[in-house]
């Protein structure tokens, strides 16, 4: 399978560059982290992050009644992603830039690895999904009216680390989990 991820927007990574700029200024995590060491960063795989709120998944009809929160793009190190900048428009077209470390950051790079095993698909759009009411993340793979998920944050009970799921069988058992 074969991703596509959303076009770079300048005055976006220009706000990135920015925020880590005023990081090395200042004692954080991410002055902290292996950025800063030998300055060899890497900006990459922009796409588009959505946030499916409890009401949305309990009325669920399609995938359109989920909410778009902001870009995301990945910052890699040495083929290590070491952030994700996400970068939410504010008033007066200026930027919010915050970055987030942890676990389901650092599994993005097994994530785009493992889709990579799944020949034949074709090429899909890659953005992400986020389900809070269940402490899900998810790959949100759309191609024409083809949506598939593969979920990579920590997982409920009935829903599979490195499973791609159909979206009527992925949403069938979130519903069920939601209404727990």
């Known amino acids: 399978m074969r991703l596509k991820f959303d076009d770079f927007d300048e005055a976006e990574v220009m706000e990135i560059k920015n925020s ?3 990081n090395t200024e200042r004692k954080t995590r991410l002055s902290d982290s292996m950025i800063y060491r030998d300055r060899s960063i890497n900006i990459m795989a922009p796409h588009k992050e959505f946030y499916a709120s409890t009401e949305s998944l309990l009325h669920f009809k399609n995938t359109e009644a989920f909410e778009y929160s902001g ?12 952030a994700l900048a996400g970068l939410i428009k ?3 077209g200026a930027y919010s830039v915050k970055f987030n470390y942890g676990d389901h950051v650092s599994n993005y790079r097994d994530v785009f690895i493992m889709l990579d095993k799944y020949d034949g698909k074709g090429e899909f759009h890659f953005a992400v999904l986020k389900i809070p009411a269940i402490y899900l993340t998810a790959a949100w793979l759309k191609k024409d009216k083809e949506s598939f998920f593969f979920p990579f944050s920590v997982l409920p ?10 979206e ?11 209404m727990r």
Do not use: C, P, S
Request: glycine fraction near 10%; hydrophobic fraction near 50%; charged fraction near 20%.
């Open 20 to 22: 880590i700029a005023q």
């Open 71 to 82: 870009m995301q793009y990945l910052i890699t190190n040495d083929q290590k992603v070491i």
């Open 90 to 92: 504010i008033a007066g």
């Open 168 to 178: 009527e069988d992925f949403f069938g058992r979130i519903l069920d989990l939601v």
């Open 157 to 166: 009970t009935g829903i599979d680390f490195g499973r791609l799921y159909a």
